[in-house]
C-alpha cells in the first residue's frame, strides 16, 4: 500500500485535532482537549489553528501547537474548503495523518474535527485517498438503543446511490469499526430495509443481501438479514448497513423526533402550578432520562474507508460531547482501526466470488453534507 | 373515464367496511362501527364479514351486512389474497366501490380496512385500477408535530425506486388528501432530501425538484423545496413526499423511536419507590403527553392515486384508533377527494411541458408491505 497505513505504537497514541472547527471553536475544543489529556496519560495531542488563540495550550504537557492561519466556516462550499483555503485549520490536521516525502510515519494516528462535513470529506479523501478496495468513504454514526448499547449505523449521507457492492463495503468497514471502539467480536450486521423478507425492497438491496449472504458464508462478516427502521433502536442488531441517503433521512427524523418530543415534555410540565409541582417531584427521573437519550453520549462519527482514521464531531458540540468524539478516535486509533478496516476489506474482497468485488461506479455520487 | 368515479351525495356518505381485517377482527371493528354511526347521522356502513360474526348488526339503523365467506390472514401472501380467497372480506369490501355492470354509482364512497397492507394494495389494483395519468398507488400517513398539527406523509412504502415523474404524482395526490381532509387550501410540500440547497441528493431527487418547481410555477402546487428528516415533527410543510422505501424507513423508525423512549420513560419511572412517587405527581402530565404521541389518534392512511377511495387502518387498531380511520375516510369521502385528486392530477399533467408526463415505468417496482 502507498502511502502506509499508520500503525499506532503501544505506548503513544497521538490525536490531531481542528480546533477552529464546529460552531464554537477554541472555547469549546480547548477545554475538552483539556479533560482528554488528563483522562488518558498515553494521550499526545496535537492541536492545529491560529496560534494566538491556541496560546494557552503551546504549555501544555503531551500537547504540540501546529498553526493554521485559516479556518473553514460551517457554510464554506466544498470549493473553498478544497481549493482556496488551503490553510486551513481542517485541512492542516488532517495532513498530520499523512506519511512523510520520505516514508516517515504519519505525525498523527487519528484526526479529530467538528467542521462542515461536507469540507471535511472532501478535503480527506483529497489528502489522504480511499483505501485500496474501497470505492467510497462512509461516515458511520452510533444511535442508543434499548439494550442500553449502541447501534452503529452507516452510510449517513456521504453517499447517494449506493451499489451493493458500496453497501458489503460499509457492512465490513462497520464491522471493523464496532470490534475496534466498542471491543465486540463478531458484531451483526443487519440490512435496512422495508421488510424482513428476503424478496423485499429495490434490486439494489436484494443483490445487497446476495452479497451480505455470501461474505457471511465466508465468515467475514456476522450477516444476521435485513432489519427495519424500528431495529435501529432496538439493537436488533450491532450495525445497521444502508445508502448514504436513507441513513441521512433515518438520523435526521430520529433526531428531530426526540427534539419535538423534548418540547412536548417541556411545554407539558410548564403548563401551570401543578404541573410545575410534578416537574420538580419528577426532576431526577427526568435527567436520567435526558442523560439515556443525550446526543452528547454518542457524538464522534467516523469516517470510514480512507488511508487515515478521521472522526468528525457534532458541529453543535459542547466540550463535553467535544471530548467524547476524541475518547472515540483515541479508542479507534489505539485498537488499530485502519488496519482492522484494510485487513478485513482485503480478505472480504479476495474471498468473493469473481465478478463481486468492488469497482468504482460510473456514478460516484458523493453527497456534500452541511454539517 | 371508465369505470365511472364515485360521486359523494350531499345527504348520505357510504362506507364499505372490512369488518373481518386487523389482528382482532369484529371484536374491534364493530364497537368502533356503532360509535362511529353515532356520532354521523348522515353516514351509512356496508358491513362486510362472516355473517354470524357481523349477526348483531344486521340490526342496525343506516347498516346493511353484506356476507363474505372468507379472512385475509395478516400474514397471507399476496398471492393469496389475490388468486385464492376470492370470497374474502376484504376484496368484498373493495368491491362496492366498483361501478355496477350497467354503469349505476358504486355502492360505497370509501372503503376502510385493517387488513394486511400488501394485500389490500394488490386487491385494491386488481379491482379498482389505477386513475388516468397515476403509474403508481401510493400510501399517505399522517404524523403529529410541533405545530399542533400533523404531516402528511407519502409514499410510505407501496413503491420503491420512484421516478421524478412518480414524486411529482405524488405530491398532487398529497395536496388533495390535505386539502380534502384538513380542509387546508394550498397546502405546502416538501421534497425529502438529505439538505435544503437544490444541488442536494441523488438524480431522481434533483430531477423530482426540477419537476415541482414547474409544478409550483403553473400553480398547481405549493411547493416549498427540499426538507429534511426533522421537518417532517417540526411541521415545515403539510405534505412531505419521498420515495416509498426512504418513507417507510423514516416512519418505521420513528414509530421505533417512539415506543424506545415510551420504554424509557417507564423503566426510569419504575426504578424505585421514589421515582414512582414522582410517577403518581406526573401523571397528569404523562397522560397529557401520551395523547400528544398517541398513534391512535392519527390512523388511517390512505390509498391514492385508486378509482376508489381506500383507507387503511393499523393491523394493531384498537375500536377507538379504527373509528379514527372510519372518521377520516367519512372526511375524505364527504369532501370528494377522489374527484380532487382526479381533476388535480389530470390538470397538472396537462400543463406540464413535453417530455415531464408521466408514463408506466418498465420497473414497476412495487413493494409488499407486511400489515
Redesign the interface.
Known amino acids: 500500500m502507498n502511502p502506509p497505513v499508520a500503525h499506532p505504537v503501544n505506548d503513544a497514541v497521538r490525536l490531531s485535532v481542528d480546533c477552529m472547527g464546529g460552531d464554537h471553536g477554541p472555547s469549546v475544543t480547548l477545554p475538552a482537549c483539556r479533560a482528554f489529556l488528563n483522562a488518558h496519560p498515553q494521550a499526545q495531542l496535537i492541536l492545529v489553528g491560529k496560534a494566538d488563540a491556541l496560546a494557552e495550550a503551546a504549555q501544555w504537557e503531551r500537547c504540540t501547537v501546529v498553526a493554521a492561519s485559516e479556518v473553514v466556516e460551517m457554510d464554506d462550499p466544498i470549493e473553498v474548503a478544497l481549493r482556496k483555503k488551503k490553510d486551513s485549520s481542517l485541512r492542516v490536521a488532517l495532513s498530520q495523518l499523512k506519511a512523510g516525502p520520505d516514508g516517515q510515519a504519519p505525525k498523527a494516528h487519528v484526526c479529530v474535527s467538528a467542521g462542515n462535513t461536507g469540507a471535511l470529506m472532501a478535503v480527506a479523501r483529497y489528502l489522504l485517498k480511499t483505501m485500496e478496495g474501497i470505492d467510497r468513504p462512509a461516515i458511520a454514526t452510533v444511535m442508543p438503543?434499548?439494550r442500553d448499547g449502541f447501534t452503529t449505523v452507516l452510510d449517513l449521507?456521504a453517499n447517494?446511490?449506493c451499489s451493493p457492492e458500496h453497501l458489503l463495503q460499509f457492512a465490513v468497514m462497520g464491522s471493523a469499526l464496532v470490534s475496534a471502539v466498542e471491543g465486540k467480536d463478531n458484531p451483526t450486521v443487519g440490512l435496512?430495509n422495508?421488510?424482513?423478507e428476503v424478496i423485499?425492497?429495490?434490486?439494489t438491496?436484494k443483490k445487497a443481501g446476495e452479497l451480505l449472504r455470501a461474505a457471511a458464508e465466508g465468515d467475514h462478516i456476522n450477516f444476521y438479514g435485513n432489519v427495519?427502521?424500528?431495529?435501529?433502536?432496538?439493537g436488533t442488531t450491532d450495525i445497521v448497513v444502508?445508502d448514504?441517503?436513507?441513513g441521512?433521512?433515518?438520523?435526521?427524523?430520529?433526531?428531530?423526533?426526540?427534539?419535538?418530543?423534548v418540547?412536548?415534555?417541556k411545554q407539558?410540565?410548564s403548563?401551570n402550578l401543578?404541573?410545575k409541582?410534578?416537574?420538580v417531584?419528577?426532576l431526577?427521573?427526568l435527567n436520567?432520562?435526558k442523560r439515556?437519550?443525550d446526543p452528547r453520549r454518542f457524538n464522534g462519527a467516523a469516517l470510514l474507508g480512507l488511508r487515515g482514521l478521521v472522526f468528525k464531531s457534532h458541529g453543535s458540540a459542547d466540550a463535553f460531547a467535544f471530548e467524547g468524539a476524541l475518547n472515540r478516535a483515541y479508542d479507534a486509533a489505539r485498537n488499530c482501526l485502519l488496519d482492522r478496516v484494510h485487513d478485513q476489506i482485503q480478505e472480504t474482497l479476495q474471498a468473493m466470488p469473481p465478478g463481486l468485488t468492488a469497482e468504482e461506479s460510473a456514478?460516484s455520487?458523493d453527497?456534500?453534507?452541511?454539517a
Open positions: 438503543n434499548e449521507g447517494v446511490d435496512l422495508i421488510g424482513e423485499k425492497g429495490s434490486e438491496i427495519e427502521g424500528n431495529d435501529i433502536f432496538k444502508c448514504g441517503f436513507v441521512n433521512v433515518a438520523l435526521k427524523t430520529a433526531e428531530g423526533l426526540i427534539a419535538t418530543l418540547g412536548f415534555i407539558e410540565f403548563r401543578f404541573t409541582m410534578a416537574a417531584a419528577a431526577p427521573v436520567s432520562l439515556r437519550i456514478n455520487g453527497a456534500a453534507l452541511a
